[in-house]
């Protein structure tokens, strides 16, 4: 049996049904929006924050003889070979 509802209560339908996805899709734009700004804040901070942390440290040390581990170390975990000589 064909549909005999009246075109207009159709399209009315339609135009409601559109009206309630709009609605809902602004709503989820602003709280999206609301994020972003949020999540975009708190990487400014923790970006200065890692440049405070930057600025606090030290220098690092030299490459040298001051840095390379002790002979007895080597012996041990064979990098001897990287100072020349055999365990």
């Known amino acids: 049996m064909p549909d005999r509802t009246d075109p207009t209560d159709r399209d009315d339908e339609r135009w409601l049904d559109v009206d309630v996805k709009l609605a809902y899709q602004e709503r989820l734009i602003g709280e999206l ?31 040298g003889a001051a840095n390379e581990p002790p002979p007895h170390y080597c012996a041990s975990s064979g990098c001897a070979a990287s100072h020349g000589s055999a365990p």
């Open 33 to 63: 929006d609301a994020l972003v700004r949020e999540f975009g804040a708190r990487l400014d901070k923790a970006e200065r924050l890692l440049d405070q942390l930057k600025q606090a440290m030290p220098p690092p040390l030299p490459l």
